[in-house]
């Protein structure tokens, strides 16, 4: 298990937070999630690929890059 | 029925136009609604009171006043 961080965009509101949430939150092995429409950064828990969190993020309508 | 226009702060994004279009679609006498987070316009078309148009907004987690 390991914790993985990434750069959002486009994020502007708490609603916004939710709908990754809830798309990443879907991916089977995800353990915890964190994630900030203030910073744009997405912290993922678990055992998951980052393509996956890549798509999810995308399929709730915003982009996303591996941080350091 | 008349079309009145409302000026809210605090949208952002489309979720937030979502939130609010969801809570003034509520109102009985609503016939058409139209917001948009990049003007804070809101504009309600029907039978309805401002009072319960405004405790809608509120009721989003978003405050408005009645426009001219």
């Known amino acids: 298990m390991t914790t993985n961080e990434y750069q959002v965009t486009g994020m502007t509101c708490g609603h916004c937070e939710l709908s990754i949430r809830e798309e990443v939150g879907e991916i089977a092995g995800v353990q915890d999630i964190a994630v900030s429409a203030a910073t744009g950064k997405l ?11 890549l798509a999810a993020v995308e399929e709730a309508g915003y982009s996303a890059v591996r941080a350091a």
Chains 1, 2 share one sequence.
């Open 43 to 53: 912290t993922v828990t678990g055992t998951v690929d980052d393509a996956q969190v």
